[in-house]
Every structure is written in C-alpha cells, then in structure tokens.
C-alpha cells in the first residue's frame, strides 16, 4: 500500500513540477524578451549561472531550459558539420569585393542552413551537441595589420572602414530582418547595434 502511495505522489509532484515549467513568465512569448530573460535570470542558482557561462551549457530541468551548445563558427559557411553546406570564399576574400549587399546575402544563406541543421538537431532532441546551436562565433572583426598572424585571412583586412562596414553586412544577414524570430545569433550583435550603412 505504501508503495502505491509513493508512487501516486511522485507522479502528482511530477505533473506539478511540469505543469509550473509552462506557467513560467519567460516561457510566455507574448512578453517582452527583456521581461522574459530577467525571469529566467532570477530562477536560476548561481551555480546554473556558472554552467551556463560554459560554450556547453547542460540542461536545467527543473526549468525545462535544455542542454546547449554555443559554439560554431561561420566565417564563410556553417563550420564544423558532416553535412553539405554552402561555402564562401575566406572573409579576406569577401572584404576584397567591397560589396556589402553581395556578403549580406552570403550571410543570409549562411544563416538559412544553420537554422535547417539546428531544427533538425531539435526534432531529434539533440539541442546539447556539438557545433549545432544557433549562436555563431562570426564574424572575426579584428584588424589585420601584421602579416605573421596566422588567422588573417578570417578578418576583411586592415582598413577599419572597410571592416565595419563587411562586419555590419555580416550580422545584418546572419540575424535576418525580423526581430522577433532571428534565424541565428552572431557573437559581435552588440558591437555593430548602432552600425549605419
């Protein structure tokens, strides 16, 4: 009898503990997204926190916030995939056409394949895998000006003009038009928030 009892309460406990899960603030999309991450923040410990500054964060349960993986890159494609996937010339490649629109372009595409790859990952339930979230580590903005770093080719060169205006294009396509529904994230959003063309 005491078995059944157990048993009848972990499973009420169980529904009460999802049930909360969906009545969460930061799970009602029709709030603000500021409203929504500071209720998020404030659930969790200090501890999840610090897990979460991880580029493989694991999953909080008791909020129903999966495992996630925040690091990938796309310079020029989706990196680090089995899959085929579009791929552009290196960003010192892309800089050397000064065109900005052609590259916003490049970068919608870019951002088109790393949301399919991600959904796919999604319905499989593999949010926590490596090198298939949507937040992308792209683009590199540093200045190039010493031809013995070996990671030039990632950057669009040493014209800072110039770079900002192949960073902005960059972002402005990875992140799409619409800011309520954004394809990806790329790691520079806030760098570039003011960056007129």
């Known amino acids: 009898m005491n078995k059944y009892i157990f048993l009848i309460l972990s499973l009420w406990v169980s529904w ?7 009545t969460y603030p930061f799970r009602d999309i029709n709030l603000p997204i500021e409203e929504r991450v500071e209720d ?13 500054m991880k580029h493989q964060s ?21 990196a680090r995939t089995k899959e085929k996937v579009t791929v552009f010339p290196q960003a010192i490649a892309l800089a050397a056409t000064f065109d900005a629109d052609a590259l916003a372009k490049s970068a919608d595409m870019i951002s088109s394949e790393g949301r399919a790859l991600f959904n796919e990952d999604l319905r499989a339930g593999k949010t926590g895998d490596h090198y298939r979230g949507l937040t ?5 903005v540093n200045i190039f000006r010493d031809p013995r770093w070996g990671r030039g080719q990632e950057t669009y060169g040493e014209d800072p003009y110039l770079t900002s205006k192949m960073g902005a294009a960059m972002v402005r396509g990875l992140e799409g038009t619409d800011p309520d529904h954004l394809p990806l994230l790329s790691s520079n959003s806030l760098k570039y928030a003011s960056v007129t063309t």
Request: no cysteine; glycine share 4%; proline share 7%.
């Open 16 to 22: 009460q503990n999802v049930r909360a899960q969906e």
């Open 58 to 78: 694991p999953a909080i349960e008791r909020l129903g916030v999966p495992a996630y993986n925040w690091w990938n890159e796309a310079l020029h494609g989706v």
């Open 40 to 52: 998020l923040v404030s659930r969790l410990t200090l501890s999840e926190k610090v897990q979460m």
């Open 136 to 140: 992308y580590w792209t683009p590199n």
